[in-house]
């Protein structure tokens, strides 16, 4: 199968969390604090659980997207990286899909320090959808990456009925992870995607999986909602949710219809943690910073978001079905 394909592109959106608030002051209603320290002195705000899988992340982390989504510009993407875990990210997402995303990584780890790598849960993703093909991808994936193993391995973008059939059928792509996860290249598995939540939920009721990465923005209870069935479907079986599409491309931003503390307390409300793309290292400082706004968002102002946005949902959730 071919890469799957981020249709609304690197989400500038995403990017500049703080910065991008009135005047960098305020921030939903919340003082701009300054950002976490983790290497250095302070330590990163408490963590939450990622469903069965026990490892403790923040409301906030570094998707693999953004700056690093790119190719050929290791001096601008690996230092985000570096930022990112000096300030003691915990979750670190990055896919094979994602051009030479895991290749800074790897960079970054390697500049970091040998412990660098052990600090973080580090999760990518598979699009193959047979066994082969997706062991494959994991050895490149560790090479590039510089490790021996991934905390998660997501079978990503899933779309169509067909290709649960084809990863869950005989050679499919779930046989390489059991025998990935039997050998310990893999520790958990994952499933993403944005397209169908019909999809996602019948993965689960497939497969015992540990993680969900879905679409999760206020626009999301219009049309073909994850968060009433791949949410829903998730906690009852003590699956991790990790959020993704939080500003619709930018496009809430872009229309004012929300700002990116109100978005990201959204989503993170319902998620255990929200993947953001960066860009620089002060917009890794400001993303990272959002850990401290106040979570959760109350049902009343969450409500009063979904409202707020409605109208419009159609402009803000095009990466559906």
């Known amino acids: ?54 490892a403790l992340v923040e409301a906030v982390s570094l998707g693999g997207e953004g700056i690093l989504r790119t190719t050929g510009r290791p001096r601008e993407a690996v230092p985000v990286i570096l930022e990112a875990l000096r300030l003691g990210v915990r979750y670190c997402d990055t896919a094979p899909a994602y051009q030479q995303s895991q290749d800074y990584y790897g960079e970054a780890f390697r500049a970091a320090g040998p412990k660098a790598r052990e600090q973080v849960f580090l999760a990518s993703k598979t699009h193959a959808r047979d066994r082969d093909g997706a062991l494959r991808l994991l050895d490149d994936s560790l090479r590039r990456l510089g490790t021996d193993h991934l905390d998660l391995w997501q079978l990503h973008d899933l779309r169509e009925r067909d290709e649960l059939d084809a990863v869950f059928g005989k050679g499919g792509a779930i ?30 009721r497939r497969y015992p999986v540990d993680t969900v990465l879905c679409a999760i923005n206020p626009a999301d209870p219009a049309r073909l909602p994850f968060l009433t069935t791949v949410v829903q479907e998730a906690r009852q079986r003590g699956v991790g949710v990790i959020g993704m599409k939080i500003m619709a491309a930018g496009r809430l931003l872009q229309d004012r ?65």
């Open 1 to 54: 199968m071919s890469e799957p394909v981020e249709r609304d592109g690197a989400d500038a959106g995403r990017r500049g969390v703080l910065g991008a608030a009135a005047g960098g002051g305020a921030v939903g209603g919340a003082p701009a604090a300054a950002p976490p320290q983790g290497a250095r002195g302070v330590a990163a705000p408490p963590g939450r659980t990622l469903g069965r899988t026990g």
């Open 175 to 204: 046989e390489a992870v059991e025998q990935a996860r039997a050998d310990g290249r893999v520790r958990h598995v994952g499933i993403t995607g944005h397209h169908d939540p019909e999809i996602l939920v019948e993965a689960m």
């Open 257 to 321: 219809a929300a700002t990116p503390a109100e978005l990201i307390r959204y989503a993170a409300s319902h998620a255990d943690t929200v993947i953001i793309g960066c860009s620089s290292i002060a917009e890794v400082r400001e993303n990272l910073g959002a850990r401290s706004l106040p979570f959760p968002m109350p049902p009343a102002e969450r409500a009063a978001l979904e409202a707020r946005v409605a109208p419009r949902a159609g402009r803000y959730d095009s990466f559906k079905a």
